[in-house]
């Protein structure tokens, strides 16, 4: 069942691997539904804190909370609540027989512990049909193998496979990323019009795409971050505490010329 109203809460958290510390003092509060972008440079923590709210990373100190309950490196707590889009996917470049219906359907059934798929019922095969509709996905694409499908119709299914048990809360990493120039177009509408119900959590390298949907900005770079709207954050005095000379305005928009790579 949803709760009525998605919320975060992070307190003075920090979190790295092993004696590593990528994240500390981290404190922040966020409540659905709405857009947040992550940003921040390469290295910058952005999906180390995305782990640490999916309870992949315990932290090192502070807590996290979903919908009031803690997290704290228990993914148990996170799955019934939470829908992910993982920067990398196991099977998007393997020829595994494996069609988006199939992938999304085989998902929900794991999510409700259902298994094999010949125990779904009509109810899970509406719920699968739902969430591809729900992403833009063509019917005819529904039934292709996977990875035969474009980059951005791979992101469509990835998305529909987080939403397909109907969570309120969405964290996506670097959804944009390796997509053709009009592909990121389209996929920004899609994520925006997700985030008018979800609590939807982005990370990105660039944040005009999504601007136009943005609630809140997450400015993160290590021990350091500023949180706030999109005016107060994207100020190019700000932006360039993290980014340096790499922060350019064009007319009315700070750009950030940032190269991708895995943070």
């Known amino acids: 069942m949803r709760d009525p109203v998605a919320n975060i809460s992070i307190r003075n958290l920090s979190v790295g691997y092993g004696s590593e510390v990528v994240i500390s003092g981290l404190n922040l509060s966020v409540k659905g539904p709405g857009l947040v972008q992550i940003i921040g440079p390469n290295g910058a923590g952005k999906t180390t804190l995305i782990k640490a709210i999916l309870g992949i990373l315990k932290p090192l100190k502070g807590e996290i909370r979903i919908n ?12 019934p609540i939470v829908g992910y889009v993982p920067q990398t996917f196991p099977l998007e470049n393997d020829r595994y027989p494996l ?32 969430a591809l509709r729900a992403v833009g996905l063509p019917m005819e694409k529904w039934y292709e193998r996977f990875w035969e499908l474009s980059r951005g119709e791979k992101q469509r299914v990835l998305i529909a496979r987080a939403i397909v048990h109907e969570p309120n809360i969405l964290l996506m990493d670097e959804p944009l990323s390796s997509v053709d120039p009009l592909g990121r177009v389209e996929l920004a509408k899609l994520i925006g019009n997700l985030s008018k119900g979800t609590l ?20 993160l770079n290590r021990g350091y971050y500023i949180y ?26 700070v750009h950030i010329c940032d190269s991708h790579l895995r943070s």
């Open 99 to 130: 069609t988006p219906w199939e992938l999304t359907l085989n998902y929900l059934l794991l999510h409700e512990r259902k298994w094999p798929r010949l125990l779904a019922s009509n109810r899970d095969k509406e719920r699968v049909a739902r």
């Open 200 to 219: 939807t959590i982005v990370s990105s390298h660039d944040p005009v795409l999504l601007l136009p949907y943005t609630k809140t900005i997450l400015l």
């Open 68 to 79: 009031g309950r803690r997290v704290d490196g228990n993914p148990s707590v996170v799955g």
């Open 228 to 253: 706030g709207k999109p005016g107060e954050v994207l100020k190019v005095s700000v932006l360039k505490e993290v980014y340096g000379e790499a922060v350019l305005r064009l007319g009315d928009h």
